[in-house]
């Protein structure tokens, strides 16, 4: 059974920074994907960063390109995603899930299987 938990979150000033973790077991080699998502109040789940845990390829959203870097411990089992220059429309329950599919663009919520619980990131001044 693939079990997921991110931690790492809290609150954050605007131009601040956090680091988010996902602590991984349970794996099969064929899911390769760990991907990040995120829900803000009122608004769905949007797919903000994955990566390949083979070849360490990420993809991310445009809003959070150049802010945001995931990255991975394969050691660990545990991917990161480091978090700069937030911004209060980053506010949100950030999930990481996991996919047999490829990381091979922004991820999308339905492709992913197994999800982590949560972590909340607040960024206000």
């Known amino acids: 059974q693939v079990q997921l938990v991110e931690s790492g979150g809290g609150l954050a000033q605007p131009g601040g920074s956090l680091r988010l973790s996902c602590a991984a077991s349970g794996f099969t080699l064929d899911y390769d994907a760990i991907g990040w998502f995120r829900q803000a109040p009122g608004k769905g789940n949007e797919g903000v960063s994955c990566?390949?845990?083979?070849?360490?390829?990420?993809y991310y959203v445009d809003s959070v390109k150049g802010r945001f870097t995931m990255s991975r411990d394969n050691a660990k089992n545990t991917v990161y995603l480091q978090m700069n220059s937030l911004k209060p429309e980053d506010t949100a329950i950030y999930y990481c899930a996991t996919s047999r599919t490829l990381c091979t663009a922004v991820p999308v919520p339905g492709a992913y299987d197994y999800w982590g619980q949560g972590t909340r990131v607040a960024v206000s001044s």
């Open positions: 990566i390949s845990r083979s070849d360490g390829s990420a």
